[in-house]
């Protein structure tokens, strides 16, 4: 009876242990005291030991930053160097000693101002003091030994108003101005303009740059103020 037992029991556990060779495993390559994680197979203990399996990169798609025309900031233009001229702004030109050529110009469509003896000399762009130098450099070109210019502003070009004003349009540009005394001088904000920001169109070296600016920003001759319709 013993040896029935005993070969019965051998049988068993041969075919337990034929029966775990036919499951597949996880292969791994053993490396002593670092825990890894295998597939589960069936009766056997899913951690073994072996290498830590090499860290994922996990890549976080971000959305694409949106494009927009950098708009220059108001404080940046506020204070943009001197200023310069162009269509629209009357000038006195004084020539010393020379009374035939000391008057009154106006800058033309075109940025020139017409001059006796010199004909027209480019005014856009340039400051007061660059032009009394375009200026004396060609009356000394046979006409004045050492002449001795001086120009100043007489009148600006207007600035301009648009948007939900109570009266669009052109002014006259005063000193020191700012779009409240803008806005002061159309009338005043309409009834449903915004009132608390407006943009600005500036001319700045050549290019037409439009910016967000609070009431409190000055303005210069020749800006546009566009002030927005407030939708609440």
């Known amino acids: 009876m013993r040896v029935t037992r005993s070969l019965m029991l051998l049988s068993a556990i ?21 825990p890894v994680a295998v597939a589960p197979a069936p009766g056997i203990d899913n951690m073994v030991y072996g290498p830590a399996p090499a860290p994922v990169a996990m890549v ?20 943009a160097g001197p200023y310069t001229l162009d269509s629209g702004d ?16 106006a800058v033309d469509a075109s940025g020139h101002i017409a001059m006796p003896l010199i004909g027209s000399v480019l005014a856009r762009g340039a400051s007061t003091d660059e032009l009394s130098v375009r200026v004396a450099e060609r009356l000394r ?42 806005v002061a001088i159309a009338g005043d904000f ?14 700045v070296g050549g290019r037409v740059l439009r910016f967000e600016a609070p009431v409190t920003c000055p303005i210069r001759p020749g800006d546009t103020v566009i002030v927005q319709e407030r939708w609440f």
């Open 190 to 203: 309409g009834p449903r303009g915004y009132r608390r920001q407006v943009t600005i169109s500036r001319n």
């Open 90 to 105: 009357r000038l006195r030109i004084v020539v010393f000693g020379q009374d035939g050529l000391s008057n009154s110009y």
């Open 60 to 79: 976080v798609a971000r959305p694409a930053a949106t494009l927009q025309a950098t708009p220059m900031a108001y404080a940046a233009t506020a204070d």
């Open 14 to 34: 041969a075919l337990a242990v034929a029966g775990c060779a036919r499951q597949p495993v996880a292969r791994v390559q053993m490396a002593p005291g670092v």
């Open 141 to 182: 070109q046979g006409y004045i030994r050492e002449p001795h210019v001086a120009v100043e502003i007489e009148a600006y070009r207007p600035f301009f108003i648009l948007g939900e004003v109570t009266q669009a349009g052109q002014y006259p540009y005063v000193a020191n101005m700012t779009v409240e005394t803008a």
